[in-house]
């Protein structure tokens, strides 16, 4: 079993830079292809971003591609989203997941993934 908890989360202003955190425990050994999805109210929870651990490949929605970077550091067992220039639509609770795979696999839909952290509020204020 593998649990996540993300952190990172606040209340910054259209423009601003934040930083998310995921540590993962539990069974992590092996290759894990991890993501961050975000969900808004009255909306379906959205793909973000998405990572191989290992293989290092990347996955990003269009929404977000040139601003957003995704980034592992294996040995720690953590996963990272820098958010830069953020925007108002950028609200939302992000969560982050993870599923077992070959490490030369993305994975990007939620049905995908069997893990899930319990989310982190991100704010932004215009």
């Known amino acids: 079993q593998v649990q996540l908890a993300e952190t990172g989360g606040g209340l910054v202003q259209v423009g601003d830079s934040l930083r998310l955190s995921c540590a993962a425990s539990?069974?992590?050994?092996?290759?894990?292809?991890m993501a961050w999805f975000r969900q808004s109210p009255g909306k379906e929870r959205e793909f973000v971003a998405a990572?191989?651990?290992?293989?290092?490949?990347?996955d990003y929605a269009d929404s977000i591609k040139d601003r957003f970077t995704i980034s592992a550091d294996y040995a720690k067992s953590e996963m990272y989203l820098q958010m830069n220039n953020l925007k108002s639509e950028d609200t939302a609770v992000y969560y982050c997941?993870?599923?077992?795979?070959?490490?030369?696999?993305?994975?990007?839909?939620?049905?995908?993934?069997?893990?899930w952290g319990r989310g982190t509020q991100v704010t932004v204020s215009s």
């Open positions: 990572i191989s651990i290992i293989g290092g490949y990347t």
């Open positions: 997941a993870a599923s077992p795979r070959p490490s030369e696999v993305i994975v990007t839909t939620t049905e995908s993934f069997e893990h």
């Open positions: 539990g069974r992590t050994n092996g290759n894990y292809c």
